[in-house]
């Protein structure tokens, strides 16, 4: 099969491959579309995911099952031909994590695109319990999203949204822009979405923000020198009562706490800090005043199928957020482009 394989530092090459055979929990899916993550641009850049190249990154896909191991065979549960979405994060399930039901924190996860080869490939290995069927109405495009909104929603659940609740999301990338919108479809009140790019913004205003907030480009029309100001004029004063950071930046994760007001959560989600070593400075007086929660969001334990309803029932729309697709060939070209932010990119995807 072809495969962009990532084999040194920034540098990904079509290979052919062979495909060994299938392990006995494993199926074969021929890939269809995959998005491009954060996560891949690191690894890009780094030469390395979680192992040594070579390997075939992308972990965000779907496509149709091809052949069943063994056990798929014999459980009788999945069909070749069917469409699926690939749950990259494998867990082991013998772990203590795991036999605590938090498979996010798994000790020995397999991890498609990150341990194990992924997605940016003609066929990809998938364990049987770790596919998802698609429902007839979602493309393969559309089901490429179902592992970035599944981890965005485990994060929202954190926001414990109430009727009314004033809402802020910081970092309007594909994650913030999809936690917009089943926020709102969560029966927030108004929502305020606050980030550095107006092409950003402006898409986030068409799915369903009520404010925008641009917090660099000075030029920009939704420009506030005090975003926490700007946050309390329109929550009358009270600050807002549920917040979700979907964004590594610091400044952007301290201002998440900033904003938030009496009885608030806040949710850093995801690599919150970029890196192992990043520290936040939060005020610790003030958290204590408001009485105020703060949690953090990992991985995506257990929310696939909710994602897969939410795209499939038109809560979360995720067709906007396609700005580019390339071929299989054209791998690299993918990843730089999400990495140079060529063409003011929002999700990028590779069909093999
Ligand atoms: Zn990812
Ligand atoms: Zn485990």
Known sequence: MKAAVLTGVKKIELQEKDLKPLRSNEVLVKVKAVGVCGSDIAYYQRGQADIPPPIILGHEFTGEIVELGPIAKDLGIVKEGERIVAEPVQACGVCQPCKNASTNLCAKPTVLGVNVDGGFAEYCKVQYNYIHPLPRNVSYEEGAFTEPLACALYGVGKMRIQPGDFCVVVGPGPIGLMMLQYIKASGSGKVALIGTRDY?????GKLGADYLINTRERGSKYFAENPVERIKEWSDGAGADAVIV?????EANELGISVAGAKSRVVFFGGAGYGPEEQA???LWQGTLRDMEIHYSWLSPYTFPKAIKAISQGLVKVKPLIT???????TAEAIETVEQRKGNPLK????P
């Not at 979907?246 to 610091?250: D, E, L, P, R, S």
Request: aromatic share 4%.
């Open 281 to 283: 400075r939060i005020n």
């Open 246 to 250: 979907a964004t590594g930046n610091i």
């Open 324 to 330: 580019h697709t390339f071929n299989l060939n054209k």
């Open 200 to 204: 950003r913004l402006k898409l986030g």
């Open 348 to 351: 990028v995807q590779v069909k």
